[in-house]
Nanobody, 125 residues
Framework: QLQAFGGGLVQAGGSLRLSCAAS????????MGWFRQAPGKEREFVAA????????YSTDSVKSRFTISRDNAKNTMYLQMNSLKPEDTAVHYC????????????????????WGQGTLVTVSS
């Protein structure tokens, strides 16, 4: 129901835009988020956005470089990633919360019920 795409290989300092497209149901009333998992590491929170888009939150390591957004008319969420660093290399996953109309974002894996399959971002030095 969620499909993440847009990953790829990019040099350090470059940019990528990830997309997360929903199908089969709408997530326009759900908090949605991005997580990532590097080899040998736990899946970690990257950014999240409320259903309206009015509230967003990003982890400190990406706060000044990544921007999360959504287009509810297209049932799609985005992650614009600028100034990429080798440490951003990971499989990036999108997720959605089943509980509608929340006005605060969720930053833990346990707070999300639907997950996409992940898209690999590789940043070379």
């Amino acid at each position: 129901q969620l499909q993440a795409f847009g990953g790829g290989l990019v040099q350090a300092g470059g940019s990528l835009r990830l997309s997360c497209a929903a199908s089969g149901r709408t997530f326009s009333s759900s908090v949605m988020g991005w997580f990532r998992q590097a080899p040998g590491k736990e899946r970690e929170f990257v950014a999240a956005i409320t259903w309206s888009g009015n509230t967003t939150y990003s982890t400190d390591s990406v706060k000044s470089r990544f921007t999360i957004s959504r287009d509810n008319a297209k049932n799609t969420m985005y992650l614009q990633m600028n100034s990429l660093k080798p440490e951003d290399t990971a499989v990036h996953y999108c997720a959605a919360d089943r509980t509608p109309w929340k006005t605060r974002v969720t930053t833990t894996k346990e707070g999300y019920d639907y997950w996409g399959q992940g898209t690999l971002v590789t940043v070379s030095s």
